[in-house]
């Protein structure tokens, strides 16, 4: 009873949504208020049946309904009732409908929190976000529904969830992604109805910032945690792996992040506003093109829950609808936008401009690497794979210079800075960076490396740049009025900012001093290095609710000393017969010791991975670092103040429009 | 030429340079870092060239796995059940790796045909065969049973 409940306001979120695309977008064009009022109760009903839909799936769980195929695929008797509750996105039917209720909590987050906008606006904009809905829905419901029923025979238990996602990463990570995902979507339907409604003004990149960061900021979080959960769940120690799945996260990112640097051109100078649209609409294309790849089953990966050509042929068909017709609309509107105003060519509007072209040229080669293999196979040209090596030769380079025009642009101005400026205010910075990487270089005790001393430079030139502009700005009135005259999406640059150095200085230090050693022990051997002694005790068994397991012990020795121990293991998850590596991890800010079993050789030897990972943490520091940023620039109230300003600015014309 | 427009030029030039040389990298980049896949009966015909990366796949053949008693060096057999590979690799074995399994290696080629793998990648389903193999094991006539598809439940 509950699932046809399920299905039943599955079914009445669709009729709510494919009403909210039509009604207010005519209502927007005729100039009838009535029906652009039909927006926002729309938005709040489809979010609320959505949200039912939700629970029914969630208490089908919980309660063990095995005769919902979805559950009985993804769920077992045995598996806590955490993972019973994350299992909801741990198949493709219900990671589905986790991303459409997502999709209606931010039309429903922009319909209570536009007020302030023009009546118009907010009516195209909830009816574009009602259409992606919709398209969403009819997807899910055509193709793969989450309470289809097994009748009249059931099994009486469940297959289990994939052992690879009982995992607190799989419970916080899809959440995150497509928070950042589908957010990207309000970032798309502001610019649509920007152009729909030709008024591509500062006032509406102001309207789309703090909606575009938000995303964003979801966006960067929920990649950060994919690689987080890939590094301790995957049992091999790595971080990122250019699989297509993450190449299909991070080019929207690459553009999303291009976005939130073009839009404050657009708003504050009232410049770059095609292209500024253009990335819109492209980052969240490319969240699509994420989703047809993941889904679609073209690439194989532990995200490819399904393969089933039907599904990808819809996903298909409404990238090229989307794709298409934004582009359509874009062609014919875009030609009568006209800048506000101009720039020298050196200027920060430049330097903005330049790091706009790099993360789309690094997006365009990602897309590339990720394609090819696909476009050669479907032209039956072989099969390929296209290796990190082509992804680190061309987003390494491109990246290291972005960092130094992340540093040149702290001091630059808005439509002229004279070049010798930049010499007289950051030969300092620049002299600073270099003794302090050689000097941080000197203090970590290793092998000079010279592509580390590199990172180590780029990540201090982005500290000491902007510290010369967070100083500048607080000379110029006292300390502590400075500190609090500075606006929130100031520091939230500067955080976001520092945590792209703080990456920088991960990447480098991981890339290049980590140290790895296989090896096969049996009872007693031990492997020594850096500073650290490991010594093999054997393994035992052991049994866990749903699994049966070996656990190593792992005695470790700092300088000799008794350090810790740790206990690896390899457990076989019953339901599925699935063998899965549980690393033993002994974390810390400057270095993570990385402990995993391999296979069972004999007479009690195992194969084991010991891993000693410098700064690995600050990897994800840094991704958090630019999470806060983004989501203390988005709160800043000037936004909200602004807004009221500009609609009441807008009100006149809007009465004029509709009379 | 006026000022701006000079300036518009410039521009325009930059990111058309910065475009050619993109593009330049980029497929410089790729036709150094594409590993092409080959079957066992391929690299028997000789297909395969020597002396590059190249990606193999198969089922690892029954009772083929020979261990080396005082180090991780392993070796196998994988066959698309028309022809066999021998397969040498030093180091862990994906968690899924076993006899009857479908798993693709990355490696050369030597002089004696044996597959020197860097890289040995098994998927993490049980009942998953990489498209390679399958389209492999079609291509020899050898599909064993039902497609992996198939068999959901």
Redesign the interface.
Known sequence: MIPELGTYSTILALCLSLVLSVVPMIGAHTGNKLWVDYARPLAKGVFAFLTLAMLCLGYAFLTDDFSVVYV??GSNTALPWYYKISAIWGGHEGSLLLWVWIQAFWTLAVAIKSRNLPLDIIGRVLAVMGMITSAFLLFILFTSSPFDRFLPNF?MEG?DL?P?LQDFGLIVHPPALYMGYVGLSVAFSFAIAALLSGRLDAAWARWSRPWTNVAWAFLTLGIALGSWWAYYEL??GGWWFWDPVENASLMPWLVATALIHSLAVTEKRGVFKSWTVLLAISAFSLSLLGTFLVRSGVL???HAFA?DPERGLFILGMLIFVIGGSLLLYAIRAGSVKSES?F??SSRE?LL?INN?LLT?SC??VL??TL?PLVMDSLNL??????P??FN??FVPLMALMCIFLGLASVSRWKQTPLRLFVQQLWLPGVLALVAAFVSHGLYNSAFEPWVLLGLFLAWWIVFCWLRDFSNRLRQRGVMSGLLRQSRSYYGMLLGHLGVAVLVVGVAMVVLFVEHH???MGPGDEVQFRNYTFIFDGARHVEGPNYISDMGRIRVLKEGQPYRIMYPE?RVYTA??????EVALDPGLFRDLYV?M??E??NGAW?I?MQYKPFVRWLWLGALFMTAGGLLAASDPRYRKQAQRDAQAAMPAQASQSS | MNA?RK?RL??VLM?LL??SV?VG??AY??S??????YSPSEIHSGMAPKDT?I?AGGMVVEGSIR?D????KVEFDITDYAQSTTVQY????P???REGQGIVA?GMLNEEGKLIASEVLA????N?M???IA?ALAKAGKMPGMPA?AK??
């Open positions: 009985a695929n099994p297959g994939n690879l049992g091999w194989t990966s532990v393969t101009s020298a060519l430049t401009l072209i040229v365009a080669m590339i690497g090819y072989g099969k390929i794979s296209v290796g090596p082509y030769a061309l296989d090896a096969r390899k599925r017969g699935m063998v899965m590596t995993a391999g296979e050789l004999d194969a991975r | 701006a300036q410039l521009i990111i910065g475009a993109a990298l980029t980049a790729l150094q870092n594409i590993n092409l896949f990366r990606r261990r008693t005082n180090s991780l030093v180091g862990i074995l968690d899924l790796f990355q998927k993490h389903d049980e998953y990489p498209p390679e389209e598809a959901e439940y």
